[in-house]
Structures are given as C-alpha cells and as structure tokens.
C-alpha cells in the first residue's frame, strides 16, 4: 500500500462525533504531500508524519486544509497542522503558524499569528491564541445549554 493511501485512511478512520446536528465532523483525507514517514513507538502504534507542503479536505465537505508539515498521534487522538496552517470552510477562514485538533474531544487550538474571519459576517479575530471548542453532543453538552441560556435571556430582555 502506497504511504499517501495509507496516511488517507488512517485519517479517514478516525472520525469526529456523528452527530451533524451541531457541527458537521471532519474526516481528514490527505490529497498530496511532499514526503511521508511512519514512526514506530514503543507501545506499537505509528506516528504519521507529512511534509513538503500538505494539502488535505474533510471528506464530503468543501472545507480545506493546508500546511508545511504534519504529525498525526493515533494514541492521542490529536492531529498536529505545522508551518502556514490554512484552513478554508464555508463558515471560516482560519490562518495560523501551527495548529492541532483534537479529535475525540471536537477541540482546535491555534497559535502564532492567528487570523480567523467569519465569511458570513466578516468579522476578523486576530491574536497569539485560538481555542475552538465544537458543541459535540456527549462531549460538550454544557455548551449547548450556555448557548440556549444566553439566548433565552436575550429573549428575555
């Protein structure tokens, strides 16, 4: 099996929670890539690492996703966006220098020069840090009550 096959599924085979209620999941299939190499840890699992320029998309989506290098932690869960991180959706355009995702708990933290712009409102955020934390339903029920709080409130007044 050719190393970009293997890396796309290996990335497909992780997925974010099924529920599309609150968020639409990201299956990261990876289209191209400079080099690739699988580094053996002591606990039997592979780091997957990715270079020389990364281009990828969540599978079904238009969103995209690029960047210089790659690291993907299977034990972790965390998929790690190196050196001129873009991210592209319909909702945000997302820049930064480095970026990981969490993949079992719906959470993307970004540093170094963030620029996230909301395409629907134009809105720019601009800063060191980003932490996105997704409303994944049985990962981050309280958010979704903070946000039915909030607005039952505004309501309100």
């Known amino acids: 099996m050719s190393p970009l096959l293997t890396v796309v599924l290996l990335l497909q ?8 209620t609150t968020g639409r999941p990201c299956r ?4 191209s890539m400079g080099h ?3 580094i053996p840890n002591a606990d039997g699992t592979k780091t997957l690492h990715g270079g020389g320029g990364v281009l990828a ?4 989506t238009s969103t995209s996703i690029s ?3 790659f690291a993907h932690y299977p034990a ?13 959706d319909t909702g945000i355009a997302l820049d930064a220098r480095f970026a990981s995702y969490f993949l079992r708990n719906e959470r993307l933290e970004a540093h170094n020069n963030v620029v996230a ?17 997704r409303a994944a339903k049985g990962i981050r029920d309280w ?3 903070i946000r039915e709080i909030y607005l039952k409130v505004s309501m309100d007044q």
Not at 117 to 127: A, F, M, Y
């Open 67 to 69: 960047a210089d290098s």
């Open 28 to 31: 990261v299939a990876v289209d």
């Open 117 to 133: 712009v909301n395409r629907r409102t134009g809105s720019v955020l601009r800063g060191p840090n980003l932490l996105y934390l």
């Open 76 to 88: 972790l869960g965390r998929l790690d966006l190196i050196g001129r991180v873009v991210i592209r």
């Open 13 to 20: 085979g992780v997925s974010a929670s099924p529920d599309t």
């Open 143 to 145: 958010f979704r009550d």
């Open 57 to 60: 998309h969540c599978d079904g």
């Open 36 to 38: 690739y190499a699988e």
